[in-house]
């Protein structure tokens, strides 16, 4: 029997939030994003004047509040979170890194489900560098969105680099997105990750642009279309920033 008054879940300052997802395969689906603490890589290479920290959701990080399941439930009821994911949003579980709290994320959405008497549809954002448990997949039905990090990213390959867990996500039909910040990341994409033994299905691919704001997107987007369209992969948006010029959280 789970103690929700004592199991807990590091998450970030936002904590959760009802939008609409802004990249990739389920780009402008209605989404509940359930934003995690704590990573396992630091994306510096990305490091701007926007974004000194270099990742995209450093407060994810960097802030660490550490809340109880009941607690987490008490915020989803507050901001009818609940009601949006019965009415069919997507459980959009990210970070941060959430595989880092795997062990616990189990718990949580056991008990989530007997809490409340329904199963979300649930989407994991992770970087693919750990492998997650095969009861997301046979119990829970998730699905997973992977954003491999590349060479710009900064981190050492041993880190940011995983076959064996690159080929678990291939092979349950993970999608795979890619920020495109230079031409070098399209050589770097087909030679790792495509024409490789990783062999990610080209129609599981997105390529998106390295931006920060609408400005940037504008700008940046219609080369990496062009790549897209090259390779025969998907091209996403990052409709978020397109909608409401959302800048980076820093």
């Known amino acids: 029997m789970v103690d929700c008054d004592k199991e807990t879940l590091l998450v970030s300052d936002d904590k959760a939030f009802y939008t609409l997802e802004g990249e990739g395969e389920y780009v402008g689906m209605p989404s509940v994003f359930f934003r995690l603490s704590m990573c396992n890589l630091t994306c510096k ?3 701007s004047e926007d974004s000194p920290h270099g990742c995209d959701s450093f407060i994810s990080w960097s802030v660490k509040n550490k809340m109880t399941f009941n607690e987490i439930f008490e915020y989803f009821e507050e901001n009818k979170l609940i009601d ?16 880092v709290q795997q062990k616990q994320l189990l718990k949580f959405i056991d008990t989530l489900i007997n809490k409340y008497d329904f199963h979300p549809v649930i989407d994991f954002e992770t970087n693919a560098t750990i492998k997650p ?9 998730a699905t997973f ?5 590349l060479t710009t990213n900064g981190d050492p390959e041993e880190k940011t680099y995983k076959p064996d867990v690159l080929r678990w996500h291939r092979d349950i039909g993970s999608g795979f997105k890619f920020v495109i910040a230079q031409a070098e990341d399209i050589d770097e994409i087909w030679r790792k990750y495509i024409d490789s033994t990783i062999n990610i299905p080209k129609h599981r691919v997105w390529f998106m642009p390295c931006c920060g ?3 940037e997107h504008i700008k940046k987007a ?13 091209f996403s948006p990052r409709l978020h920033l397109l909608l409401w010029d959302l800048a980076l959280k820093v």
């Open 133 to 141: 448990d095969e009861k997301w997949v046979k119990d829970f039905l």
């Open 45 to 47: 290479g990305f490091a």
């Open 145 to 149: 969105t992977t954003s491999p990090k």
């Open 84 to 99: 949006k994911l019965k009415n069919g949003a997507i459980f959009k579980i990210t970070g941060g890194e959430p595989m």
């Open 213 to 215: 704001s609408r400005e």
């Open 222 to 234: 219609p080369a990496v279309a062009e790549y897209a369209k090259a390779m025969n992969v998907n």
